[in-house]
Nanobody, 128 residues
Framework: QVQVVESGGGLVQAGGSLRLSCTAS????????MAWFRQAPGKEREGISR????????NYADSVKGRFTISRDDAKNTLYLQMNTLKPEDTGLYYC?????????????????????GGQGTQVTVSS
């Protein structure tokens, strides 16, 4: 069973930065594409970034492109999301997720049906 622990969220002023981490267990981490999703208050969860299982190919939603950077350390089973120039609209609960099928990145834009969520998320609040 895939389990993840997200951390690094917090309260930050607009224009600030945060680095989220996600440590995964219960899977051969380096064989799986990983992704970050977020859920803003009153809105549905949306996929914002993905990193492929090999070669580190990355994708970003337009809302975060140029400000967020996804990366992974397979030796540590850890996924990261560096978030810069944060905006109040970035406020939400951030989740990491593992692709359901090893060796497959899934579709883009991201679909929740392609990923497994195993954690509680980490809250990011950006004040104006």
């Amino acid at each position: 069973q895939v389990q993840v622990v997200e951390s690094g969220g917090g309260l930050v002023q607009a224009g600030g930065s945060l680095r989220l981490s996600c440590t995964a267990s219960g899977l051969s981490f380096d064989a799986y594409a990983m992704a970050w999703f977020r859920q803003a208050p009153g809105k549905e969860r949306e996929g914002i970034s993905r990193i492929s299982w090999n070669h580190g190919r990355t994708n970003y939603a337009d809302s975060v492109k140029g400000r967020f950077t996804i990366s992974r350390d397979d030796a540590k089973n850890t996924l990261y999301l560096q978030m810069n120039t944060l905006k109040p609209e970035d406020t939400g609960l951030y989740y990491c997720a593992a692709a359901k099928v090893p060796g497959r990145d899934g579709q883009w834009p991201l679909s929740e049906k392609d990923f497994t969520f195993g954690g509680q998320g980490t809250q990011v609040t950006v004040s104006s």
